[in-house]
């Protein structure tokens, strides 16, 4: 996804009409082929760097990422239109217009939003932007870091515990 033009005039009101004109950018995850997702990005126009806040838009019969938690950065979904079906632990709501989700970092229940219906899923996404995060995907034992150098994957099984004491030095 790119950022705001540069260009143009950072502004604390889009209206509906400019927020409706604004171009989608087509996101699948790539560790779930039912993954379909059309977002705008919102926090930009309005100067927010902080902040991530985005509208997401899930066609009937997809989903919109993966099941998964994240460690650093927190996160809350909130239904504009549609509705969908929330995966959160090991429990399966129907959601709707108003419905609003919170998921803490760290220790926040894992979870994904599935569109099983006939109607486009619209929803708001926001949370933290802090420049590093980890996805974790307990289903998939992987995990993903979000950080300045890029992103990288990795299975869990690869990763090694290490502990303070492994960094002293033994004279």
Do not use: C, W
Request: aromatic fraction near 10%; hydrophobic fraction near 35%.
């Amino acid at each position: 996804m790119t950022e705001a033009n540069p260009e143009e005039a950072v502004k604390p009101l889009v209206t509906a009409a400019e927020i409706a004109e604004l171009p989608e950018f087509h996101v699948s995850h790539p560790f779930n082929p039912q993954s379909d997702i059309y977002l705008k990005r919102l926090a930009p126009l309005a100067g927010l760097t902080r902040l991530s806040l985005t509208m997401g838009r899930v066609p009937p019969g997809k989903d919109s990422f993966i099941y998964h938690s994240h460690e650093r950065d927190e996160e809350f979904l909130f239904i504009l239109s549609g509705r969908g079906r929330a995966e959160i632990g090991e429990e399966t709501f129907e959601v709707g217009p108003g419905d609003f989700m919170g998921f803490p970092a760290p220790g926040g229940p894992a979870h994904n939003l599935s569109n099983p219906y006939e109607e486009d899923l619209v929803y708001l996404m926001a949370g933290e932007h802090s420049g590093l995060d980890i996805g974790h995907f307990p289903r998939l034992g992987k995990r993903i870091i979000f950080g300045p150098s890029g992103i990288q994957a990795y299975d869990d099984k690869d990763a090694q515990q290490l502990a303070f004491t492994d960094f002293l030095a033994k004279d």
